[in-house]
Nanobody, 119 residues
């Protein structure tokens, strides 16, 4: 059983940078063929995929967010990070960490962390 625990600042001012952490337990983030995603849910809207980083360290991003998003990992801490620059009020959402193994059809979700962008 994989467990994911997100954490972040909660409130961020417009134009600032958001940094979120997802601590993974139950498996190594380098285990083949896990994909570690960040997904968000704005208020009143559906889920939006932000991007993922693969078990081998290769990232992939949503085209609409690629220019200001970075996903990275720390293997020693078994942690996945999200950094998003130039935040706007419309970036307000619950940000969720997800683990997916397409071959074993595993899909795990964190509880999510609320991020509000406001001055």
């Amino acid at each position: 059983q994989v467990q994911l625990q997100e954490s972040g600042p909660g409130l961020v001012k417009p134009s600032q940078t958001l940094s979120l952490t997802c601590i993974v337990s139950g498996t190594s983030i380098t285990t083949s063929y896990y994909y570690w995603s960040w997904i968000r849910k704005p208020p009143g809207k559906g889920l939006e995929w932000i991007g993922h980083i693969a078990y081998n360290g290769n990232p992939n991003y949503s085209p609409s967010l690629r220019s200001r998003t970075s996903i990275s990992t720390d293997k020693d801490k078994n942690t996945v990070y999200l950094q998003m620059n130039s935040l706007k009020p419309e970036d307000t959402a619950v940000y969720i960490c997800n683990a997916n193994h397409p071959y074993l059809q595993y899909d795990y979700w964190g509880q999510g962390t609320q991020v509000t962008v406001s001055s």
